[in-house]
């Protein structure tokens, strides 16, 4: 059974402060990777899309990593901002995707 | 250009009752897609549709049925909605159906089924 797997479940960190949320996935057929940033209430938008020979893609303060032996990636945030506060939502898998939970952010000043 | 647009943003129903979740996007996007999300779950794949006049069964197909009515519009329909269909509903689009297109995500609708 595919399965997406994200850590911590929360996690609360100081304006400013980096952090970084991890992604472990067991899925089959594996093509890619995606993060998510989903605010309270709205639709997820798209911040990262890596391919399994990708290690690396950045958007700005996003930076994920991909580690395709080991099926993990990683989302890392530099120089929080209250707006960043948000679910982060981790997704795997070719044509279709298979979905972690989230990792729920607040950002605190 | 107001991307991916749902109706309606809330619905209570009652059990047995049906219902149709409209979804239409103005990106001239091909491919079309519904999905659930439950508190505590990931998002889940119930239809999508890859291109103007098909559509292909997700991961959670049970109990919908869909219509890719043009390009345009992918409607989502419950005909005897269950209180475990309770959830958050979301369409996307895509240019097309690539393994790296991106999706674009419209606002949600709620639903309670009592």
């Known amino acids: 059974k595919n399965q997406v797997e994200q850590s911590p479940q929360s996690l609360i960190i100081l304006e400013g402060k980096n952090c970084t949320l991890q992604c472990n996935y067991t899925v089959s057929p594996f093509s890619n990777l995606r993060w998510y940033k989903q605010d309270t209430g709205r639709g997820p938008v798209s911040l990262t899309i890596?391919?399994?020979?990708?290690n690396t893609k950045s958007n700005g303060r996003y930076t994920a990593t991909l580690d395709a032996d080991t099926k993990q990636s990683s989302l890392h945030i530099t120089a929080s901002q209250l707006s960043d506060s948000a679910s982060y939502i981790c997704g795997a898998g070719s044509y279709q995707l298979t979905f972690g939970k989230g990792t729920k952010l607040s950002v605190i000043p | 250009n107001a991307g991916v647009t749902q109706t309606p943003k809330f619905q209570v129903l009652k059990t047995g009752q049906s219902m149709t979740l409209q979804c239409a996007q103005d990106m001239n996007h091909n491919s079309m897609y519904w999905y659930r999300q439950d508190p505590g779950m990931g998002l889940r794949l119930i239809y999508y549709s890859a291109s103007e006049g098909t559509t292909d069964k997700g991961e959670v197909p049970n109990g919908y049925n869909v219509s890719r009515l043009n390009k345009r519009e992918f409607s989502l329909r419950l005909e005897s909605a269950a209180p475990s269909q309770t959830s958050v509903y979301f369409c996307?689009?895509?240019?097309?159906?690539?393994?790296?297109?991106?999706?674009?995500f419209g606002p949600g609708t709620r639903l309670l089924v009592l």
């Open positions: 890596m391919t399994f020979s990708e």
């Open positions: 996307a689009s895509s240019e097309g159906q690539g393994r790296l297109e991106t999706q674009y």
